[in-house]
């Protein structure tokens, strides 16, 4: 089983909202991801969980704060978000960082009006 | 510089053509490469993933890697309709970070 799940699939929120977007994986890996995607750009990293640990954070800015309550969940926190945040958010997980496969979730496409 | 190139394409292939799409890292370290494939509005999918100098089949699918040349390719044969797409190159060095190619876009003209 490669399945990765996120909820929800489809968001909006106002500049003054606070939302969560959800990503579960049973599939024993300990690196989780998040991604940002705008339409006909590739994935672009966000952040990297490594052991439920923070290893990278690609300079995102603080509206945005994502954390690991166990080696199956990540979240990422949304807080004042500006209209060009709209996109596709995507969860991956691999066995480890680095070299391992990546597998995606469905995303979550975000509209911040 | 761009570490992972594609070109954006649309590259276009009658059905039941083969498929030719190419890749070119900078990279020398990277030690791990990986075929998506993407459909509009949907997440990427993984075709393929291949570690060491040479061919790797899967069905349809071939994916050639040659280190020496820093290029990865991939083949599609008896293309289908059904794999008009992006196809996202994504190669993995180290830094625990994978990097993605532009991607090529497919059109399989029936």
């Known amino acids: 089983d490669t399945e990765v799940t996120q909820t929800p699939k489809h968001l909006v929120m106002g500049m003054t909202n606070k939302k969560s977007l959800k990503c579960e994986q049973h599939?024993?890996?300990?690196?989780m991801y998040w991604y940002k995607q705008k339409a006909k750009k590739p994935p672009e990293l966000m952040f990297v969980?490594?052991?439920?640990?923070?290893?990278i954070n690609e300079s995102v800015p603080s509206r945005f704060s994502p954390e690991c309550p166990n080696s199956s969940l990540l979240n990422l926190h949304l807080h004042a978000l500006q209209p060009e945040d709209s996109a596709l958010y995507l969860c991956?997980?691999?066995?480890?960082?680095?070299?391992?496969?990546?597998?995606f979730g469905p995303g979550t496409r975000l509209t911040v009006l | 510089q761009k570490e992972v190139e594609q070109n954006s394409g649309p590259l276009s292939v009658p059905e039941g053509a083969i498929a030719s799409l190419n890749c070119t890292y900078s990279d020398r370290v990277s030690q791990s490469f990986f075929w998506y494939r993407q459909y509009s509005g949907k997440s990427p999918e993984l075709i393929m993933s291949i570690y060491s100098n040479g061919d790797k089949e899967d069905g349809r699918f071939t994916a050639q890697l040659n280190k020496a040349s820093q290029y990865v390719s991939l083949l599609i044969r008896d293309s289908q309709p059904s794999d008009s797409a992006t196809y996202l190159c994504a190669v993995a060095g180290g830094y625990q970070k994978v990097t993605f190619g532009t991607g090529t876009k497919l059109q399989v003209i029936p």
């Open positions: 991956a997980s691999s066995q480890r960082t680095g070299v391992d496969t990546q597998y």
């Open positions: 599939m024993g890996h300990r690196a």
């Open positions: 969980y490594s052991y439920e640990k923070l290893s």
